[in-house]
């Protein structure tokens, strides 16, 4: 079965410090993959997608991710977090047809 | 500004009544969607529609209703048959011009509590 999996639930770091935020993924061919972030009571802003071709995706906020496929993975980067970056942040994936499977979501708190 | 627009934000019933979520979109979107969020499960699909008139079932339409009447609105129902409907629920739309992995586009949701 198609699956996404986000193996950190909440993650804690330090203002300035370094992030990576996991994913994993299983399906039958390469999906297309994506990563949005969710403030609370909030809808979910897209950071970053990766379709095909250069495996190191820059997104928005400072955002990138690297898509490893002989891992199946599609780690979520960013090289300084600010307080403003605590939020939850969602991994997805998709065959096609915009149907998205979603990662249950790693919830980020970030220390002063 | 172009969005998606749900209401009520927060939406309380008793238990045995049907309710209506409303979702409306002014970005010319062709598809749009409504997921369901529960803490640590993250968004499951519960229905979603490409074009007026027409929608699909997603993984967990079971006790729920939908309806496109016109492009700009896909209104869910939860109905009393729904076994935990307490949750928060998202619309979403994509523009399928754009490809079919154009990226979605979230309202802000809607909290609904049944008691």
């Known amino acids: 079965a198609q699956s996404v999996t986000q193996p950190d639930i909440h993650i804690t770091v330090s203002e300035g410090a370094s992030l990576e935020l996991r994913c994993n993924y299983s399906y039958g061919a390469t999906p297309y993959l994506f990563w949005y972030v969710q403030s609370p009571g909030q809808g979910l802003q897209l950071l970053l997608k990766y379709l095909s071709g250069d495996t190191l995706v820059q997104g928005i906020k400072g955002f990138e991710a690297e898509f490893k496929r002989s891992q199946s993975s599609f780690n979520l980067r960013k090289p300084s977090v600010h307080w403003s970056d605590a939020a939850e942040y969602f991994c997805?994936?998709?065959?096609?047809?915009?149907?998205?499977?979603f990662g249950a979501g790693t919830r980020l708190a970030v220390h002063p | 500004d172009g969005g998606i627009t749900q209401s009520p934000k927060y939406l309380f019933r008793k238990e045995g009544q049907n309710v209506t979520l409303s979702c409306e979109q002014n970005?010319?979107?062709?598809?749009m969607y409504w997921y369901r969020q529960d803490p640590g499960q993250g968004l499951r699909l519960i229905y979603y529609?490409?074009?007026?008139?027409?929608?699909q079932k997603g993984d967990i339409a079971e006790g729920y209703s939908v309806s496109r009447e016109k492009k700009e609105s896909f209104p869910l129902t939860v109905t009393s048959a729904q076994k935990n409907p307490t949750a928060f629920y998202l619309c979403?739309?994509?523009?399928?011009?754009?490809?079919?992995?154009?990226?979605?586009?979230f309202g802000n949701g809607t909290r609904l509590t049944v008691t």
């Open positions: 979403a739309s994509s523009s399928l011009r754009e490809g079919l992995n154009s990226p979605l586009h």
């Open positions: 970005l010319n979107h062709d598809a």
């Open positions: 529609s490409q074009i007026v008139n027409d929608f």
């Open positions: 997805a994936a998709s065959g096609g047809y915009n149907k998205l499977i």
